[in-house]
């Protein structure tokens, strides 16, 4: 069984400029959540989505917004890119509100 | 993850147990979770377990929970190369939304 996808592996980006990332939650899983790591640091919450409703969203400014679609996969947008946005991005999905799995992550580095 | 605390290193030998520790502050939290993150890699669950319990075993994994002191810790048994990686420590809070809140990670260095 394929694992949680996301796509694109890494992107670099300028300042200012605007990112979509991509995410393919486990077949049968409705719930897709996306977090932060910066490097030397563990994930930060970003936003969960569960049955294309927003359920949560983590301390992030209005720069960052996510959506999921109909089949559950979920795009994470950021606007107005700075460079403190450099990080790793991980989205995670689950059936169980209490088990999450995580995808390889898309590094992002803005330049 | 400032509410969850965990050390950076850790370092053992092969064969040896690994036991990795971390405290939380939060009395709510529902679940508690480690996570094994490889260089350039995303997350993976280890294991998890529910506030009521007060261990869990599943093969060289043994997790150790103490609600009284809110410290949770994750023992390695015979600790292989393939262990070395960087371990998070994450809970769940009954008012959080589902979020999870993360330790930064402990690593876990193998000597020979």
């Known amino acids: 069984d394929a694992g949680v996808t996301q796509s694109p592996t890494h992107l670099i980006k300028t300042r200012g400029q605007h990112v979509t990332l991509r995410c393919s939650p486990i077949?049968?899983?409705?719930?897709v959540s996306w977090y932060q790591q910066v490097l030397g640091q563990g994930p930060q919450f970003i936003f969960q989505?569960?049955?294309?409703?927003?359920?949560g969203r983590g301390n992030f400014p209005d720069r960052f917004s996510a959506r999921q679609f109909p089949n559950y996969s979920s795009e994470l947008n950021v606007n107005a890119l700075l460079l403190g946005d450099s990080a790793l991005y991980l989205c995670?999905?689950?059936?169980?509100?209490?088990?999450?799995?995580f995808g390889p992550g898309t590094r992002l580095t803005v330049t | 993850g400032e509410d969850v605390e965990q050390s950076l290193f850790l370092s053992v030998r092969e064969g040896d147990s690994s036991v990795i520790n971390c405290t939380y502050t939060?009395?709510?939290?529902?679940?508690l979770y480690w996570y094994k993150q490889e260089p350039g890699a995303g997350l993976q669950l280890l294991t998890y377990i529910f506030s009521n319990m007060d261990m869990k075993q599943d093969q060289r994994l043994t997790v150790l929970l103490n609600k009284k002191d809110k410290h949770l810790s994750l023992r390695i048994a015979d600790t292989q190369t393939g262990d070395s990686a960087i371990y998070f420590c994450?809970?769940?809070?009954?008012?959080?939304?589902?979020?999870?809140?993360w330790g930064a990670g402990t690593k876990l260095i193998i000597k020979p």
């Open positions: 995670a999905s689950s059936f169980q509100v209490y088990e999450q799995y």
């Open positions: 939060d009395s709510s939290s529902t679940y």
């Open positions: 989505y569960y049955e294309k409703e927003e359920r």
């Open positions: 077949s049968g899983h409705k719930s």
């Open positions: 994450a809970e769940r809070r009954m008012d959080s939304n589902y979020q999870l809140i």
